[in-house]
């Protein structure tokens, strides 16, 4: 009974940091091909969709990680802050999944003296990233949420 509940609750996290991870690598490779239109560059479709899919693969091994990251530390700190003061648990892994990522971004900064994505670097890019991050925090709380409702 235990394992097919830990089984569940890693699933579901990482349904969310999947999630998360292509919504935020999607926005990073449009903002940053919006840059370029912005300075002449004529980008087809197929160059789109071709830098879109390079992203996905290449932000992966570390972008997808410090989402993992984020989430992981977010959503343990949520979960007795959902129970203690009975809030909704969609508000609270959603915010949890924003704040995280946010948190993720503001840390690297100053541990690598540079912006990992090229994106953040405007407010909108980096609120942009931050909502993807929140919306991953949706997922899990929608996933948690089915699980909790079919046990009743």
Known sequence: ??????LRLCTHFLVAVIFAFILASLLHSQFVMAELSKLGVVISFNDRLSM?????LGLYPTYGVVIA?????AFVVAKPIINRFKLSPYLMYFLAGGVGVSVAL???HP???ISLLASTRSTFGFVCQCLAGAMGGGVFAHQRA???NMSQ
């Open 1 to 6: 009974m235990k394992l097919n509940f830990y």
């Open 52 to 56: 879109s899919l390079d992203d996905l």
């Open 69 to 73: 990251s984020s989430f992981l530390i």
């Open 106 to 108: 503001f840390a690297m």
């Open 111 to 113: 541990i690598l003296d």
């Open 146 to 148: 089915q699980i909790h």
